[in-house]
């Protein structure tokens, strides 16, 4: 068992079973690049307020630079048997400096390390999710441009409804996911680095040496702050007890992640035998053990699963904090897994459904067939007599009666005479519905929305 930042007051050792029960090191082991910033901070608090003197401060700096050199170089490998990241580094530093190392916890609580450490972690990652969001808006983009001479059947309530523009199509989803990347932009904006809550109550450590160390460990990572505030404490309980940035992050991945469902879900359903509309990039695909044939949509179908468990990772915090009296308590040690789980699973499913979206192929040919489909121009039949002057009402129960009429007697309205089609309206001729029952007028008469050209000019929002 490794040392322990605690003890003194025991007469027993911890029982083995419930140590492992409690200890978080095989998860907060993330959080250790976070943890050495808050230790390289509080160390140059403690020299700002004359508690340690100039070659301890010197020594303890070092000995935890060390350390994050291992973590850069990806060698730092986590003692399982230490409780958390702040222990172990405690010990590392021991096993580095001896008795001085005791020095490095002065006024310090680990309380107000974890939260550093996740505010940090959460700031980090929001900006790598951004870099990844850029990439699929650009897939994205470049798939509806790619297809831009493409007309799709749209749909509600599943049923084919109007006809769309692919472009039209996929920019459905690149604004969705365009509301995503504002609201991570927001929340990475708004995080500030808050320290100096001690357990609950504050420390003896004066603000200006907290302000003054953040500033200039800031300075010397060439920290973007623009992308954040340093601040000290606001409020020391608050700062302690809050995990309200963690269920705000995990909120944001959620409606992100509900996006991505929904996209996985069209793309599951386009590319059904029954709807042909998409291919599928079969490096995206898996191949079933007992029918040879099979090309199953299986990444799509786990995005479509993590749902669950991205929802339920934010739903297992918001239930954690509910009721907890202030301030800080160990249940909220539990707020870790669900928030790395989310993190890492967004990360994955926006790279590869980047990947995806750039390998996707259109079938033109069974695109083309459901377009031939009449029911999709009913509404632009519609339109065109409203146009003429007919009262709307009247003129949907008319087109409503000769697709009626259609469907019953096997018949195409395209292919009626001038003369059948008169004893509907007297303003409907061949000529007309020839020119209006096809994929181009349909979206052409759309005149609330913006034009191909100006869509197509729209780019993926950069990172500022
Ligand atoms: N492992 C703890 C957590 O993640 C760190 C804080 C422990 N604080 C304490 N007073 N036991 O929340």
Redesign the pocket.
């Known amino acids: 068992m490794s040392k322990n930042l605690w003890g003194g007051r025991f007469k027993k050792a911890i029982d083995q079973d419930f140590f492992n029960f409690q200890k ?1 090191i095989h998860y ?1 082991h993330k959080l250790v690049e976070y943890d050495l910033y808050h230790s390289i901070i509080h160390v140059s608090a403690l020299r700002e307020a004359k508690i340690l003197n100039a070659s301890e401060a010197k020594r303890l700096t070092s000995a935890l630079n060390d350390i994050a050199r291992e973590v850069m170089t990806n060698t730092f490998k986590p003692n399982p048997n230490a409780e ?1 990241i ?1 222990t172990d580094i405690h010990n590392r530093v021991t096993k580095k400096l001896g008795d001085l190392a005791q020095k490095l916890h002065t006024l310090r ?3 107000d390390q ?1 939260v550093f450490d996740e505010k940090w972690y959460c700031y980090k990652e929001g900006i790598y999710i951004l870099g990844e969001l850029n990439i699929l808006l650009t897939a994205l983009n470049h798939l509806g441009t790619r297809y831009k001479h493409i007309y799709l059947p749209g749909y509600t309530h599943t049923q084919r409804a109007q006809v769309v523009s692919f472009f039209n199509y996929t920019g459905a989803f690149f604004a969705m996911f365009e509301r995503d990347f504002e609201r991570i932009d927001m929340f990475v904006k708004r995080s500030s680095i808050y320290i100096g809550s001690g ?1 609950l109550a504050g420390s003896a450590i004066p603000k200006a040496a907290y302000s003054e160390a953040i500033k200039k460990f800031l300075a010397k990572i060439k920290y973007e702050s623009k992308h954040g505030r340093s601040e000290t404490v606001k409020n020391s309980l608050d700062n302690v007890a809050s995990r309200d940035f963690v269920i705000e992050f995990l909120s944001i991945l959620s409606m992100l992640q509900m996006h991505l469902s929904r996209m996985a879900e069209d793309f599951i359903l386009y590319s059904t035998r029954e709807f042909s509309f998409f291919d599928l990039p079969e490096e995206y695909c898996t191949g079933s053990s007992l029918l040879p044939h099979k090309k199953n949509p299986d990444f799509l179908e786990l995005v479509r699963g993590n749902t669950g468990r991205i929802y339920g990772n934010l739903m297992s915090v918001l239930t954690t904090m509910k009721g907890l009296p202030l301030t ?1 308590n ?1 249940d ?2 539990l707020d ?1 897994e669900p928030l790395f789980s989310s993190t890492e699973t967004i990360k994955e499913e926006l790279k590869i459904s980047a990947g995806l979206i750039n390998g996707l192929i259109l079938n033109e040919d069974k695109i083309h067939k459901a377009l031939e489909d009449e029911d999709l121009y009913a509404t632009e039949l519609v339109e065109f007599l409203v146009l003429k002057g007919v009262a709307f009402k009247n003129a949907h129960t008319l087109v409503g009666r000769l697709i009626r009429f259609t469907q019953d007697n096997d018949l195409k309205i395209k292919e009626m005479s001038d003369s059948d089609l008169k004893k509907f309206h007297k303003q409907l001729t061949a000529k007309d519905v020839k020119r209006i029952m096809n994929p181009e007028y349909a979206v052409a008469s759309k005149k609330s929305i913006p034009t191909l050209k100006k869509a197509t000019s729209k780019k993926p929002r950069k990172l500022k």
């Open positions: 978080s907060d958390d702040h609580s680990r309380n974890v357990a800080y160990r909220m040690q870790k």
